[in-house]
């Protein structure tokens, strides 16, 4: 066996026989042996060369490992990295995702976060996402370790995506490392690998989220323009007339009007100012009745009218539900882009010959604001963030149901 790791090298795998020699001295001992029917097919050779951080990296070694929760088998893959003047370093993967990780250069510190345990490492918190047992259960090639299948350490998992870090201890040593999160592609370009990555399947422990940072822009978006729609709408208010220019409460009885012609006309009012629309306001005081207003704007001078109609109704009562009640007494009518000039309303009420009297009031307004349009405009300034804070959301939910603190 050619040995890359040079005098680094403490124990090496045959790729051939799968056989765990241990290197460390010239008096080579078999240390372990184990059936071909495990072997496990690098994705990436060993003895391929790839760039990573601007320095060229060879794959010495190889190595699969699996843990077991609630019955159910979990593994991934390790690849050893080697250069001579930066030592070591490496790649694993699990169901297409990809991390570039390195021995951590000093202890991270305790801590918590959102109340959980949590790491501190070079000024970044990493939340706690995963404990457990992890079994080597192949391995090819060469390692700077007496390595082993069979050999079992306790593993902890920390997040802060797209960053990860990670302790493995036995009895006599714990060793962290700090990893970040690749592309398959990124990685097929690093090495030159021929045909395509394995797609990545799920959400991974540190994959960065397609959503990172996108809600917070969005709602900043959102808020400016809800500003700059209160700005217009107050800005309308302000210019609008809003002017009462008739007023008149009138009495109507239904058995009277059945009788003869109920329609009338109402005094003459000044519409003034600018082309605007005009509001009509009927009041009324029904109750359990209904009555409907046939109705004309029209123009003293010059005879054009404007014919718009309105229904009002208005029930109550109660049932095993409770009270309850049905229509408004209330109703108007916006006649729009009406010139200034000298007006009368000409009024025609109808209801039920049998309702009785009904009192109603009349109120006519020049130019009064109308923002109904601007409404309808307030949701599409809220959907997309709350569209994007739910994918978030679930982008996250996904991630962490795969944790040990998942909701379930």
């Keep these: 066996m050619e040995l890359r790791g040079f005098q680094h090298t403490r124990s090496a795998v045959c790729i051939q026989c799968l056989t765990v020699l241990d290197t460390s001295s010239d008096q080579v001992k078999i240390l372990q042996r184990f059936d071909k029917q495990d072997r496990v097919r690098p994705i990436i050779p060993l003895g391929t060369r790839g760039k990573l951080h601007g320095t060229t990296y060879e794959v010495i070694g190889f190595m699969v490992r699996t843990i077991t929760v609630e019955g159910v088998q979990y593994s991934w893959h390790e690849y050893l990295l080697f250069n001579p003047y930066k030592g070591f370093r490496y790649l694993t993967t699990y169901e297409g995702h990809w991390n570039d990780v390195v021995p951590c250069h000093g202890l991270p510190e305790p801590a918590t976060s959102h109340g959980k345990p949590a790491r501190k490492y070079l000024d970044v918190v990493y939340r706690h996402f995963q404990n457990a047992v992890a079994e080597t259960t192949f391995v090819m090639g060469e390692f700077p370790w007496a390595v082993r299948v069979g050999e079992k350490v306790e593993t902890d998992d920390y997040v802060a995506p797209p960053y990860i870090l990670s302790s493995e201890s036995d009895k006599k040593e714990v060793n962290w ?12 370009r690093h ?10 399947q799920g959400v991974f422990a540190n994959q960065p989220s397609p959503h990172g940072g996108k809600p917070a822009r969005m709602w900043r978006t959102a808020l400016g323009l809800l500003g700059l729609w209160l700005v217009v709408v107050i800005v309308m208010g302000v210019m609008a007339q809003n002017k009462l220019v008739f007023e008149q409460t009138y009495d109507f009885n239904g058995r009277a009007a059945a009788l003869g012609e109920a329609s009338f006309v109402t005094p003459v009012f000044e519409l003034g100012g600018r082309t605007s629309g005009v509001d009509v306001e009927i009041l009324t005081d029904l109750s359990n009745n209904w009555a409907v207003f046939n109705l004309a704007l029209i123009n003293e001078e010059t005879g054009q009218g404007y014919d718009f109609g309105k229904d009002v109704s208005y029930y109550s009562g109660r049932d095993s539900d409770g009270d309850w009640t049905e229509g408004s007494r209330r109703e108007s009518v916006t006649v729009p882009q009406v010139p200034s000039g000298r007006y009368y309303l000409r009024v025609e009420p109808e209801m039920d010959a049998s309702g009785g009297m009904m009192k109603y009031t009349l109120r006519v307004r020049r130019d009064a604001p109308h923002v109904g349009w601007l409404l309808v405009a307030l949701p599409f300034l809220l959907i997309p963030p709350v ?5 978030s959301a679930a982008f996250e939910g996904a991630r962490w149901a795969e944790s040990d603190y998942a909701p379930s």
């Excluded at 490392?177 to 097929?188: D, I, K, P, R």
């Excluded at 090495?191 to 990545?200: E, V, Y």
């Excluded at 569209?387 to 994918?391: G, I, M, N, P």
């Design 177 to 188: 490392s700090h990893g970040t999160y690749m592309t398959g592609a990124e990685v097929w």
């Design 191 to 200: 090495f030159s690998l021929p045909g395509q990555p394995p797609p990545a």
């Design 387 to 391: 569209v994007t804070t739910l994918r």
